[in-house]
């Protein structure tokens, strides 16, 4: 098996179960601790984080919702990095999330074990 970057908690958010189960089993089969949240509001309303983590958050489309989770979620977690998952990426969205210090990665579907660890990698890069 092959290991991401270090084994890096990961919070992740996925209103699709089916997709988001799939996602936290691949990244626990690489030793990752995965905590799930269907909602992104569950996650903004978390207490501060004091351990490095990274935040792995699924959406339609980078749009006024998930810029704004981006934004909220920072406002709480400041040094927590996010990788947006959308099926669809778009150069004035990309540029968009990046000034806001959070990364797009377009997902296919279903969910590959080199897709998540290029997702994380770059973050942690």
């Not at 990961?10 to 179960?17: F, I, K, R, S």
């Not at 978390?46 to 489309?61: D, E, F, K, M, N």
């Not at 040094?79 to 998952?85: F, G, R, T």
Request: some cysteine; charged content about 20%; overall charge negative.
């Amino acid at each position: 098996m092959r290991r991401l970057c270090e084994t890096i908690p990961v919070l992740l958010v996925e209103a699709e179960n089916d997709f988001r189960e799939a996602s936290a089993t691949l990244l626990r089969d690489d030793g990752h601790p995965v905590f799930e949240f269907a909602s992104p509001t569950q996650l903004v309303e978390l207490p501060p984080l004091q351990s490095t983590a990274v935040v792995i958050a699924g959406y339609p489309a980078v749009d006024d919702a998930s810029l704004s989770f981006v934004d909220e979620f920072h406002g709480r977690h400041p040094a927590v990095p996010i990788i947006l998952l959308t099926p669809y990426g778009m150069r004035p969205a990309a540029i968009s999330v990046a000034r806001r210090r959070a990364f797009v990665y377009v997902r296919h579907r279903p969910v590959e074990y080199d897709d998540l660890h290029a997702a994380i990698h770059t973050v942690f890069t």
